[in-house]
Structures are given as structure tokens and as C-alpha cells.
């Protein structure tokens, strides 16, 4: 990455295929939840839209790379839940933000102000699709018109202001939450398009990979005719549909993808999921050799991450996530959410590990919030809306704001540059590995400690 913006490379061929898609399907596919915001509108130009393309993948140095592997010894990827760049970080000074937005008729509006406690709003994997309505960004659910202020959110603004802002970092697919973070082990999704509880949405048949006899997705179930409004929408057209079709319609049961942490075993280097209780972020529990083998030892709870800092036992890569109260997701309050990423950073900050250690903190989907940068169209499943990313660290440049083109493959890409681990898929291989927004010659930042904030009273 880079503090000025790389050029874009010339316009991917493909261009996406606008559509009506009917309401039922896009509650058929609905998010974590059915979100009480209601489904996005539905864009009315039905011609092709311009697509942007992602900036070439910039490959760091040979002494950075070494700088890197004698500064780095420990990655903590720590992810909430459902913002956009614009929901937080609007008015972020020397930022890419707005706050103004467009609404589907092509009106534009002030964004208002975000309540600590916003609707959890309709952000599934078509929902995506509507929203960034070709590159219009236009047609976001109306209640996502919102932004918070510096006073709202101080903490999270801290830690932008003191370390490295990601302005141009995108989630992995259009949504919703369990394939995002799949994406955030395997920089890929093995043809999901969904991933939920079964039961949801009332009588909504769903299907959860636990099992390894059980089917993993539910795109399978649905029928021809919305399985083609997906594929017209990423403008696959009549030739391409046979094409792509078998991958996304035949059953799997639970995928058996390579993940990241098979590489770090094979390099003798120690890993450890801690996810709280969360039963939409559970990437791990449907990858079948990790699921059904001693590796799922290593996914425990969130609270033993400060156990293992005060243990001396904190591994070279750790995924962090929250219970789902403090996971920043809506109707959730975002200031609890913000209070626990204050403890947990504090307890590192606190720790001998602080030295040696680089976090990057973002948010794993748009959660049905606006955003005006127009992702890159890179395949099937994404980019997705833009989302917040933080490196954090000693090292990180103070008050640096990255502009090149990232998502969270490019975090995969760091951990593999910094350990010397190779690549998994084409999207962690062809990526930024991050590692422009450190210093390893500065003076290394001392802990930023911070207060938590007593919150507001539940309405």
C-alpha cells in the first residue's frame, strides 16, 4: 500500500447486468438477520454500468520484507461487525468519506446522524449487488443513510488518528457475514453465496454445514429462475450461465478448503481462533478437516485471548472476534462495541507483546450502511462494499491514511509475507500485502491506552 492512490488499471471486461430481482428472493437471501431496516430498493436503470478496477497489486521490497519478519513475531486479525467506511469514518479529515448520499431515484442527501443503537438493516449477498448498483452506489437500504460523528465513536477515531487508516478496503463478497469471514481464513468462499442458521426467516428452509453429510449452502434449494437473476446480475449472460452454474448448484457437504492455518501448521508456526458467541461467525466449523480434527482445538473463546496474553502464550497469528453483543452489529450499541475493542487493545498494549505485535482491525460487511466508493469487480463474489480497516502497531505510520485498493485477502497476504507462507487462491496471491503502512526505521509508538465510556441507556 501506499500514501498516494496507484493508478487503475484499464476496465475489467466484465461488466455487471443490472435486474429486477423480486423482494422475495432478496429476503430468500437476507444476512445474518432479516433486518428489521426492511430490503433495499431496487435500482430502476437497467443498462450495464461502468466497473472499477482494483489497483494493481503492489509487492513489497526485499528489505521491507526482512525488516518486516525481525520486527513482526505475532498478526492479530480482529474483526466486527457491519459498518461502512462512511458510517464511521465520514468525516475523517483526509479521507475518502462523504457525507452526502445517493438514493436510488438519483436524489443525493445529507447523511444523518447515527444513533448508538441503528436497525440491523438487510445486507445479504444480493443485497450487496443492489446496493452497489454497478457502481452507482445508489440503492442502499433507507435506513442506512446514517454516519457517526468523532464524538460518538472517539475511541475507533483514536486509533485512526494515532496509527495507519485504511481508506480504500473492501470486503471480500458482497455479504453477508459467515462467507465474509471465510473469506477472512481462506481468502476464498467455494462457491457459497449464503451461509446461515437453519430456521431463519420463519419458514425459509436454511441450511447450516456442520455435519458432513448436511448441504452447506442454500443456493442449491433455490430455483432455476433465481439462480439465473444471480448469475444475469453478474452479467454472465445466457453463455456464461452453463458455465458457472455446477460450481454454485451442486451440494457440498461442508467445504474442505485450504485455510490459513494449514499452512501455519505446516511452517511450525502456532495459530488460535477466538470467537465469541456468535453463531453467524463460525468459518472454522464448516471446513471438514479442521472441524472433524484436533486443529478445532485451537478455536476457543474470545475471553481466552487476554488469558493467553497474561500467559505468555499469545500465538504468531490470532483471529479475534466478539460475542455478538460487543460485535459492533446492530441493533447492538455500538459504544459497547467500541468499549470491548478498547479492553482487549488495552491488555495488548499493556503486554510484553506490544513490541512485536500488528493488529489490523476492521469490520467484516457493509451491514446495509452507504458507502460512495464503488468497489472493484473482481469476480463472482465481490469486491463488496467498502468497510473500515486500522493497522495498529509500533510500527504502523502515525496518522497515515492508505488509498490503495485492499480487502481481507490483502490481511491473508500479510501474514503470509511477514511468515514466509505461500499463497492460497489467485486473490491473497494477487493483493497488497499492507506492509507500506509501517516503519520499521521510526521510533515505535508507545501503547495508546484509552478510556471506556459509560454508554447510553438502552431505549
Known amino acids: 500500500m501506499s500514501s498516494a492512490r496507484s493508478p487503475h488499471a484499464e476496465s475489467a471486461s466484465i461488466r455487471r447486468r443490472l435486474v429486477m430481482v423480486s423482494l422475495p428472493l432478496l429476503a430468500a437471501l437476507a444476512g445474518c438477520t432479516s433486518g428489521s431496516g426492511g430490503d433495499a430498493p431496487l435500482p430502476n436503470d437497467l443498462e450495464p454500468a461502468a466497473v472499477v478496477s482494483p489497483s494493481p497489486a503492489v509487492g513489497s521490497s526485499a528489505g521491507q520484507i526482512v525488516l518486516a519478519r525481525s520486527h513482526i513475531k505475532h498478526i492479530v486479525f480482529l474483526i466486527k461487525e457491519n459498518r461502512t467506511f462512511d ?59 446514517v454516519t457517526y460523528r468523532q464524538t460518538d465513536i472517539p475511541n475507533y477515531w483514536a486509533y485512526a488518528s494515532r496509527f495507519a487508516l485504511a481508506d480504500h478496503f473492501f470486503s471480500s463478497v458482497y455479504g453477508p457475514t459467515g462467507i465474509e469471514h471465510l473469506w477472512t481464513f481462506a481468502a476464498q468462499s467455494d462457491r457459497f453465496v449464503d451461509h ?11 441450511e447450516f454445514c456442520d455435519d458432513p453429510l448436511e448441504a452447506d449452502s442454500s443456493f442449491p434449494l433455490m430455483s432455476r429462475m433465481e439462480q439465473e437473476r444471480i448469475f444475469r446480475l453478474e452479467d454472465e449472460g445466457p453463455a456464461g450461465i452453463s458455465g458457472v452454474q455446477a460450481s454454485f448448484v451442486s451440494r457440498w457437504p461442508c467445504t474442505d478448503v485450504e485455510v490459513l492455518p494449514d499452512l501455519l501448521q505446516r511452517a511450525g508456526l502456532s495459530w488460535k481462533e477466538y470467537r465469541g458467541a456468535n453463531d453467524w461467525v463460525q468459518p472454522l466449523r464448516i471446513v471438514r ?71 489490523v482491525l476492521t469490520w467484516d460487511d457493509f451491514g446495509g450502511f452507504y458507502d460512495h466508493v464503488p468497489p472493484p469487480h473482481l469476480d463472482l463474489y ?71 465510556r459509560v454508554c447510553p441507556a438502552k431505549p
Open 87 to 145: 458510517n464511521l469514518f465520514a468525516t475523517f479529515p483526509g479521507a475518502d468519506g462523504t457525507t452526502m448520499g445517493t438514493r436510488c431515484n438519483g436524489t443525493t442527501e445529507q447523511l444523518q446522524p447515527a444513533a448508538d443503537r441503528e436497525p440491523d438493516l438487510a445486507h445479504s449477498f444480493l443485497n450487496g449487488i443492489n446496493a452497489i448498483d454497478g457502481g452507482a452506489m445508489d440503492c442502499f437500504t433507507d435506513a442506512g443513510y
Open 196 to 206: 446461515e442458521r437453519p430456521g431463519q426467516l420463519g419458514s425459509a428452509r436454511r
Open 289 to 359: 478437516h479442521v472441524r472433524f480434527s484436533p486443529m478445532y482445538r485451537n478455536v476457543v473463546s474470545d475471553t481466552a485471548f487476554v488469558k493467553d496474553l497474561h500467559a505468555g502464550k499469545l500465538p504468531a497469528v490470532s483471529w479475534l472476534t466478539p460475542s455478538f453483543a460487543q460485535s459492533d452489529h446492530p441493533p447492538g450499541s455500538i459504544c459497547v462495541g467500541e468499549n470491548w475493542t478498547v479492553g482487549v487493545l488495552n491488555q495488548l498494549m499493556s503486554s510484553k507483546y506490544w513490541g512485536s505485535t500488528a493488529v
Open 382 to 452: 465481490g469486491l463488496g462494499p467498502r468497510v473500515p480497516a486500522i493497522v495498529i502497531s509500533p510500527w504502523a505510520k502515525p496518522g497515515f491514511i492508505d488509498t490503495d485498493t485492499t480487502e481481507f485477502a490483502s490481511v491473508l497476504r500479510f501474514i503470509e509475507t511477514v511468515f514466509g507462507l505461500p499463497p492460497m487462491t489467485s486473490r491473497d496471491a494477487n493483493t497488497d500485502d499492507m506492509l507500506s503502512a509501517f516503519d520499521f526505521t521510526q521510533t515505535p509508538q508507545t501503547p495508546l491506552i484509552l478510556h471506556q
